[in-house]
């Protein structure tokens, strides 16, 4: 184990954006995002082509980043706000313990809303948060205009300033209108300068690990106007829908601005695809902007970089929105892992197919700085996989892959409580079958012939062995659950969804 606060260990700057799909990378084959410099980092770093957020949302993915753990083990497997954070060991904290100065610049999500978790220090930005906003009902300690470090500094630029004066839900993954104000004042600009004055004022005798955590592009779908005039003119491909998802839209759900699922009409769908992949490209430009300055300090070869997703965001798959469900557009999310100075002698370029999960962040980072890894953390490092060099079918595979991925993760458990809608699925990034635990539903998907989830092959007799390989799975998994989603013999669809399991309220 490297000795606390040495040489030998590299910063560690690990950025997460908030609701981007995995395919909106120019790199990663998207016709129309550009997003410069994220794929430089691909370019030159790693790219992990099959990563999942095992619990779409933004809660429960941020427990999985903070304590490594599954689901099952952190408790977190819906959303649901105000639920108290007690997790002993984090991955700041056990940073922290490995002598490395902790920092985390923009959203945490987590409560009570100033908890550290590890950190030496947060500035935060959470974006719009229902619970918070309530003013009738909610501690003036935990309020919005209290907790909130962006809005606090918003309105000494602009007074009487706030969230909400574009008139954008925060959940409106459906319409969208340009930024305002001066792009320098767009909550994107001011986690990128917060993260600079870091560099300014952070202990020069130790490594940093700084989270920069980003809101966009979350909705509002608010980039700036620059950003927005990039694709006013460009030819967004429709989303796709497969044989199984809605035809019609009878309630005529699709007006709705925050709507889960519905037709929504064709020119309000593109203006919002539009700003949706701007606010992508606004982030790439201003991660550039802070990478610039990392260089400029002289630490960019010392600094191990990390760039994800919490989940993604379906916009319009399947005439589908938001998150929490478990297709492709809201599970899948991007993953680079990059090593400007070649410290941990990752493969430069390479592609990973192996299926990694959010959880699998936190050992990775401590394996990289030497630091124990809590006994408690189900994830597992991936900088082996990231030396092994690329699985990608047309590049030849390096001597050293079967030793890199012996004994890794045969498949991926996924869930989210969510309603009628609530489900748990296993993939192992070549097939995925579903289970909705209300209604006992299934889906399967064959994603090597259908990457984009067209068609529902439960019925086709050619896959019946593999549903039944799958299903088997999946009663494992959930035996021990205290839901009671199975006996051990087979799944018992309509017990009652928990977004929290009870050991979190004990």
Not at 390 to 408: I, N
Request: proline share 7%.
């Amino acid at each position: 184990m490297a000795q606390a606060g040495t040489a030998k260990q590299p910063n560690i700057l690990f950025i997460t954006v908030d609701q981007m799909r995995f395919d909106c990378l120019s790199i990663a084959g998207h016709p129309i995002v550009e997003t410069p410099n994220l794929d430089e980092l691909a370019r030159t770093g790693v790219r992990f082509d099959r990563a999942y957020t095992a619990t779409p949302s933004c809660i429960p993915a941020r427990a999985a980043i903070f304590t490594g753990q599954s689901p099952a083990h952190h408790g977190r497997t819906g959303y649901e706000d105000c639920v108290p954070w007690r997790y002993e060991e984090t991955m700041p904290g056990e940073l922290a313990k490995a002598g490395y100065h902790t920092q985390c610049v923009g959203k945490m999500h987590v409560y009570p809303a100033r908890s550290l978790l590890g950190f030496h220090n947060v500035v935060m930005h959470d974006g719009y948060l229902h619970h918070n906003r309530m003013r009738h009902n909610v501690a003036a300690k935990d309020h919005f205009d209290q907790v909130d470090d962006y809005l606090v500094w918003l309105r000494q630029q602009v007074p009487s300033a706030d969230l909400v004066d574009l008139g954008l839900d925060c959940n409106a993954s459906t319409v969208a209108r340009p930024w305002e104000l001066p792009e320098r004042l767009h909550p994107t600009n001011w986690v990128v300068s917060e993260s600079i004055d870091f560099l300014r004022r952070r202990d020069p005798s130790k490594p940093f690990f700084l989270w920069m955590s980003f809101v966009r592009p979350h909705p509002p779908f608010d980039p700036p106007q620059a950003f927005l005039d990039l694709y006013k003119d460009a030819e967004i491909p429709e989303p796709p829908v497969g044989d199984w998802a809605m035809q019609e839209d009878p309630m005529q759900l699709g007006l709705n601005p925050v709507t889960d699922k519905g037709l929504v009409p064709k020119r309000r769908l593109k203006q919002a695809m539009a700003a949706y992949y701007a606010l992508i490209t606004h982030l790439d430009h201003q991660i550039g902007r802070f990478l610039q300055v990392l260089n400029e300090y002289g630490e960019m070869n010392n600094t191990l970089i990390i760039f994800t997703s919490d989940h993604g965001e379906m916009l319009g798959d399947h005439h589908m929105f938001r998150k929490a469900v478990p297709y492709e557009g809201s599970a899948r999310i991007p993953f680079i892992l990059n090593d400007p100075g070649n410290r941990l002698g990752l493969k430069r370029g390479a592609v990973r197919n192996e299926v990694i999960e959010l959880r699998d962040i936190m050992p990775t980072v401590l394996d990289a700085a030497g630091a124990r890894i809590p006994d408690a953390v189900d994830g597992r490092s991936i900088l082996e996989l990231a030396r092994a060099g690329s699985a990608s079918p047309d590049r030849q595979q390096d001597a050293s892959l079967d030793s890199a991925v012996q004994g890794w993760r045969p498949h991926l458990h996924g869930e989210h409580a969510y309603g009628h809608l609530s489900n748990h699925w296993l993939t192992n990034g070549k097939e995925k079958y579903i289970w909705f635990s209300q209604t006992g539903q299934e889906q399967y998907f064959n994603l090597e012939k259908d990457p984009l989830e067209l068609h529902n092959a439960v019925n086709d007799a050619e896959y019946a062995d593999r549903i039944v390989h799958w299903r088997q799975q999946l009663i494992e998994e959930l035996k021990a659950r205290e839901e009671g989603y199975s006996d051990g013999e087979q799944l018992i669809a309509g017990k009652a969804p928990r977004s929290t399991l009870s050991f979190l309220k004990a």
